[in-house]
């Protein structure tokens, strides 16, 4: 069975400053993790993907997370942040060989001028 | 413009009167899926469908019917509806394999009274 964990419901952050973002993930088999970003009033959109190629993962808008197997982690960072980045984070994981996706709780991003 | 589109986006009604929210994909996606997404619980998988009258039940079946007699449709049906299943509710639609990310639509806003 797979789940996820995101530590933290609301962040906040200065503009300008490091966003980094948790989940971590159990899975019985190699899986596949995803962060979706969600705007108010609109369906969640994918930021990046890990499909099991490179452990670091460039996605849009600056974001970039890392997999690390020996931590079941899947963190989102982003080294500046701007204020259009306030919005809902989720991260989501799929076993490699299941069709069933499990979401976290989600994460409320807060930018600070 | 691939999207998937969701109708009614805001609907409100009584217990036990069945509705039917639709689903429409123009991506010729196999995988379509169901969420609802509660606060503090995320999103959480209802239904999903790998291809054409090809349904399996996620992690809240329960009081919900789908079906998948098109490609591009996947309505979700609730004969009768009770207030717990007052939530916001996404269709998501990807290529087959668990490896590819889901494009979502813009979300479907229940109220059951």
């Known amino acids: 069975a797979q789940s996820v964990t995101q530590l933290g419901s609301h962040v906040s952050v200065s503009e300008g400053a490091l966003v980094l973002l948790r989940c971590n993930y159990s899975?019985?088999?190699?899986?596949?993790l995803f962060w979706y970003v969600q705007y108010p009033n609109q369906g969640l959109q994918l930021l990046l993907k890990?499909?099991?190629?490179?452990?670091l993962v460039k996605g849009i808008n600056g974001f970039e997370a890392e997999f690390k197997k020996s931590e079941t982690s899947f963190h989102l960072t982003k080294p500046s942040a701007h204020m259009s980045d306030a919005a809902e984070y989720f991260c989501?994981?799929?076993?490699?060989?299941?069709?069933?996706?499990?979401f976290g709780t989600g994460t409320s991003l807060t930018v600070i001028p | 413009e691939a999207q998937v589109t969701q109708n009614p986006r805001y609907l409100i009604t009584v217990t036990g009167k069945k509705l039917t929210v639709t689903c429409s994909q123009n991506?010729?996606?196999?995988?379509m899926s169901w969420y609802r997404q509660d606060p503090g619980l995320g999103l959480r998988q209802i239904y999903y469908?790998?291809?054409?009258?090809?349904?399996d039940k996620g992690d809240v079946p329960e009081g919900y019917k789908v079906s998948r007699k098109e490609k591009r449709n996947f309505p979700l049906i609730l004969e009768s509806p009770s207030p717990n299943q007052t939530s916001l509710y996404f269709c998501?639609?990807?290529?087959?394999?668990?490896?590819?990310?889901?494009?979502f639509g813009d979300g479907t806003r229940l109220s059951i009274l």
């Open positions: 469908s790998m291809n054409v009258e090809v349904t």
């Open positions: 989501a994981v799929v076993a490699n060989t299941g069709n069933q996706f499990y």
């Open positions: 890990y499909t099991s190629a490179a452990t």
């Open positions: 899975s019985s088999v190699p899986p596949y």
């Open positions: 991506m010729n996606h196999e995988y």
């Open positions: 998501a639609s990807s290529f087959q394999t668990s490896n590819q990310p889901q494009h």
